[in-house]
Each structure stands twice: as structure tokens, then as C-alpha cells.
């Protein structure tokens, strides 16, 4: 039965698959879903270091702050 997620073939290197496959066996997870949990979580953290920068970049560029008030007016 044809599936409708995204498949994607890649090659690991020995290390890198065998702490995968220790990861599954101790989640009780195939390695694929433990792959793919891994690949969300990672591309999570680099979302969230795009937005930091991001921040601190309007953060400098803004010199001063306004109160809650001031901003609701």
C-alpha cells in the first residue's frame, strides 16, 4: 500500500548507525521513526537559532523600549 509521507534514502556512517539503532531498540521504535523523531528535533533547534539571530538583530536596531500601555494605545 503506497504510503503518504516522504521517503528519503540516506547513508550513515557506521557509528552514526549503530547509535541509531541502539537509540530504537531502547525507545522500542523502528529506526526510521527514531530517525525521523531525530531530524524534527534537529530541525526544530536550527528554527529556533534562525529566530535568535533574528531577534537580535531587532533588538539592536531598536534603541528603546515602550510599556505594555504605550503599545496597546
Do not use: C
Not at 531525530?38 to 533588538?59: C, P, Q, S, W
Amino acid at each position: 500500500m503506497p504510503t503518504k509521507k516522504k521517503r528519503l534514502n540516506i547513508t550513515l556512517q557506521k557509528d552514526v548507525a549503530l547509535f541509531l539503532k541502539k537509540m530504537s531498540l531502547r525507545d522500542d521504535v523502528p529506526q526510521a521513526t527514531k530517525a525521523a523523531e531525530l531530524l524534527e528535533m534537529a530541525m526544530e533547534i536550527e528554527e529556533d537559532d534562525y529566530f535568535t539571530v533574528l531577534a537580535e538583530k531587532r533588538l539592536k536596531a531598536n534603541k528603546g523600549f515602550i510599556s505594555h500601555e504605550e503599545f496597546w494605545k
